[in-house]
């Protein structure tokens, strides 16, 4: 059974940085790639970055461009979500997942192409 775990979410002040990891299972982190979603209350679960299994490429929604950067740690089987000058706008809970049917150069920014969903962890930035 595909299962990731979500960790680093907590409240900032705007302007200030957090790290998420994304754990999984040496399993499901070899040959997937790995996307992080993110969902506002009253609002459809967006994609925020993927990477592909073999770290390049990259890709992210156009609205965290430049601010969040997506990396992944073989060693650990840990994917990580690097965001700076968070706004209050990036307030959601934040969701990773697998992706092991797509091509090895494709990020699916679709949420119903992955699997593997965890719990989720919050982040909340103030104004």
């Known amino acids: 059974q595909v299962q990731l775990v979500e960790s680093g979410g907590g409240l900032v002040e705007a302007g200030g940085s957090l790290r998420l990891s994304c754990a999984a299972s040496p399993r499901t982190f070899s040959l997937s790639n790995i996307g992080w979603f993110r969902q506002a209350p009253g609002r459809e679960r967006e994609f925020v970055a993927g990477?592909?299994?073999?770290?390049?490429?990259?890709d992210y929604a156009d609205s965290v461009k430049g601010r969040f950067t997506i990396s992944r740690d073989d060693a650990t089987n840990t994917v990580y979500l690097q965001m700076d000058s968070l706004e209050p706008e990036d307030t959601a809970m934040y969701y990773c997942?697998?992706?092991?049917?797509?091509?090895?150069?494709?990020?699916?920014?679709?949420?119903?192409?992955?699997?593997?969903w965890g719990q989720g962890t919050q982040v909340t930035v103030s104004s």
């Open positions: 997942a697998s992706d092991r049917l797509a091509p090895p150069t494709v990020i699916r920014t679709t949420h119903y192409a992955y699997e593997g």
């Open positions: 990477i592909t299994w073999r770290s390049i490429p990259t």
